[in-house]
Each structure stands twice: as structure tokens, then as C-alpha cells.
């Protein structure tokens, strides 16, 4: 029963890769939905 009141709160997160080759530079971002709310953040970045 716990599980079913988070049941309705849903994410979804896609993964996004960034690469920046002349300077050496990349980034792994999460960008996505959550109840709602436009949510991302650097997961790694160099």
C-alpha cells in the first residue's frame, strides 16, 4: 500500500552527452520532468 501513494510520482530523465573535441571538454547531463517540474544537472563534467 506504501507503494502505490509514490506510484503517481513519475520521473522521467533523459541521459544527454556534450562534447566540446577542440578543447577537450565534455559534459553528461540528466535533464527531464519531475511532477511536473523541468529538472537537469551535471552528472560529470570536464
Known amino acids: 500500500m506504501i507503494m502505490l501513494n509514490y506510484a503517481h ?4 530523465f ?4 556534450i562534447f ?5 571538454r565534455y559534459a553528461l547531463m540528466q535533464v527531464g ?7 537537469r544537472g551535471n552528472l560529470i563534467y570536464n
Request: hydrophobic share 45%.
Open 9 to 12: 510520482l513519475t520521473a522521467i
Open 33 to 39: 520532468w519531475d511532477r511536473g517540474r523541468q529538472v
Open 20 to 24: 566540446d573535441e577542440m578543447r577537450d
Open 14 to 17: 533523459s541521459l544527454v552527452a
